[in-house]
């Protein structure tokens, strides 16, 4: 079977304003002057994604960053999957790292969050990595493996899955892992997709996340079971996170 389309995401975090939505049709532009050899997904923060949506193509999805793991109800501030359906965005991103930690949600609030989000039919990007102190203490294979086992929910199906591993100490730091680190530990996590869903398991996209920019992105999205990026500071700028596009125009 052949390799699933890749998918470069970008998580805008906490940035952007009503103003952000020219770095949008900047996208748009290149995208349909130079073409783009994969899809493209970006995940504003919420504000952003009626007005985002709105300009979403067949190239360029919505997504959001995180959503709440109850589909309405009495938890003031949160947002549902529901609600993001509702302004026609596709994906939603849970068990970010900065959730992990910041919100101490572990891997059952982030299974729940992804049942919530493909329950209503939303793609879940569901992210996992290790801490530096974990890879330096050999645990790196052990702790992502384990985050894919608990994160994913029981009714998931190939098509509505995708894993990011985003190894937390390359996350905005300029440092990534070794293109055979990578290898080792996406590979990892295809073993564990092809015993959850077998042999459609390798439909399933595995991003790569952690420091991805247009100078890097070549080597690290052409590694055996890379099916794409997933970017924080380099999607910001349209003309940056298209750099990073483009590397697919080299890859097969
Ligand atoms: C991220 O936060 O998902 C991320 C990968 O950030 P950065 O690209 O800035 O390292």
């Not at 894919?148 to 995708?162: C, G, H, M, R, W």
């Not at 892992?177 to 996209?205: C, M, W, Y």
Request: hydrophobic residues 40%.
């Amino acid at each position: 079977m052949t390799a699933p389309k890749a998918l470069v995401a970008g998580n805008w975090k906490m940035n952007g304003l009503t103003a952000s939505i020219d770095q949008i049709n900047r996208l748009n532009d290149l995208i349909s002057q130079n073409g783009a050899n994969c899809d493209v997904l970006i995940c504003p923060p919420y504000t952003l994604i009626n007005a985002f949506s709105k300009l979403a193509t067949d190239h360029l999805s919505i997504g959001a960053q995180d959503c709440h793991f109850n589909i309405s109800g009495a938890h003031t501030g949160d947002i549902s999957a529901a609600m993001i359906k509702d302004l026609d965005a596709r994906y939603v991103i849970v068990g970010h790292s900065e959730r992990r930690a910041d919100h101490a949600e572990d891997n059952e609030t982030v299974k729940a969050k992804a049942e919530a989000a493909q329950s209503i039919g939303l793609n879940a990007i569901i992210c996992v990595g290790e801490t530096e102190k974990q890879r330096d203490a050999g645990q790196a294979l052990e702790v992502v493996t384990s985050q894919v086992k608990a994160s994913i929910p029981d009714q998931s199906v190939v098509e509505n899955t995708l894993i990011a591993y985003e190894p937390v100490w390359a996350i905005g730091t300029g440092r990534t892992p070794t293109e055979s680190d990578v290898e080792e530990i996406h590979n990892a996590i295809r073993q564990v997709l092809n015993g959850r869903f077998g042999e459609n398991a390798s439909q399933i996209k595995i991003l790569y996340g952690g420091s991805v920019k247009a100078s890097n992105a070549h080597a690290l999205m052409s590694v055996p079971n890379v099916n794409g990026a997933l970017v924080g500071g380099a999607s910001l700028k349209a003309d940056d996170f298209y750099g990073i596009i483009s590397a697919y125009d080299q890859i097969g």
